[in-house]
T-cell receptor, first 118, second 115 residues
Framework: NAGVMQNPRHLVRRRGQEARLRCSPV?????VYWYRQLPEEGLKFMVY????????ESGMPKERFSAEFPKEGPSILRIQQVVRGDSAAYFC????????????????FGPGTRLTVL | AQKVTQAQTEISVVEKEDVTLDCVYE???????LFWYKQPPSGELVFLIR??????QNEISGRYSWNFQKSTSSFNFTITASQVVDSAVYFC????????????FGQGTTLQVKP
């Protein structure tokens, strides 16, 4: 009974390169959230996706960042032309229902991807 | 605007002591949900509890208990008879009915339990 899987667990990139972070939700979950944890800070919401749709991207930086959750396969968070300030832990969470009449569903988190930009 | 404040940055206790982690929240939503997560040194986030704003009953789960006080906008977390394995960063989070289910996290409280 696998939980949320994220890979890679650690990623090192040089400034200007691209970073691709993958998230496989809990089996049967069709809602994915991405959060970023900067050093010594709490988690900040980035984007909420449902299969093939971006529902809320209010926390995404306007440039260089994009996310997708295709019909088949994992959710991808893509950071183009990385800068040192992108160094952080990126967490993915999934939930079965997202938001329903019973309110927001509990989100279950993956182990995170720690991105280091040299 | 929604906000969660965990004023205690770090707490250090000796094993078997009781410890309370404070959480104060702000929201204009009449319906909202509160969560606690634990982040052990290994880094993953572990779900502990989800509570809606209509349910003010305190909850106990083993050595863990939660005190929800709507009047003071607080949702405090108490660990009784702490153990070394409780050492972690603990996050309180809020999700209001006006948003899409995204969680607003506090800054976290680092708990160190010494043997």
């Amino acid at each position: 009974n696998a939980g949320v899987m994220q890979n890679p667990r650690h990623l090192v990139r040089r400034r200007g390169q691209e970073a691709r972070l993958r998230c496989s939700p809990v089996k049967g979950h069709s809602h994915v959230y991405w959060y970023r944890q900067l050093p010594e800070e709490g988690l900040k919401f980035m984007v909420y996706l449902q299969k093939e749709n971006i529902i809320d991207e209010s926390g995404m930086p306007k440039e260089r960042f994009s996310a997708e959750f295709p019909k088949e396969g994992p959710s991808i968070l893509r950071i183009q032309q990385v800068v040192r300030g992108d160094s952080a832990a990126y967490f993915c969470a999934s939930s079965p229902l997202g938001v329903s009449r019973g309110g927001p569903d509990t989100q279950y988190f993956g182990p995170g991807t720690r991105l280091t930009v040299l | 605007a929604q906000k969660v404040t965990q004023a205690q940055t770090e707490i250090s206790v000796v094993e078997k002591e009781d410890v309370t982690l404070d959480c104060v929240y702000e929201t204009r939503d009449t319906t909202y949900y509160l969560f606690w997560y634990k982040q052990p040194p290994s880094g993953e986030l572990v779900f502990l509890i989800r509570r809606n704003s209509f349910d003010e009953q305190n909850e106990i789960s083993g050595r863990y208990s939660w005190n929800f006080q709507k009047s003071t906008s607080s949702f405090n977390f108490t660990i009784t008879a702490s153990q070394v394995v409780d050492s972690a960063v603990y996050f309180c989070a809020l999700s209001g009915s006006s948003n899409t289910g995204k969680l607003i996290f506090g800054q976290g409280t680092t708990l160190q339990v010494k043997p």
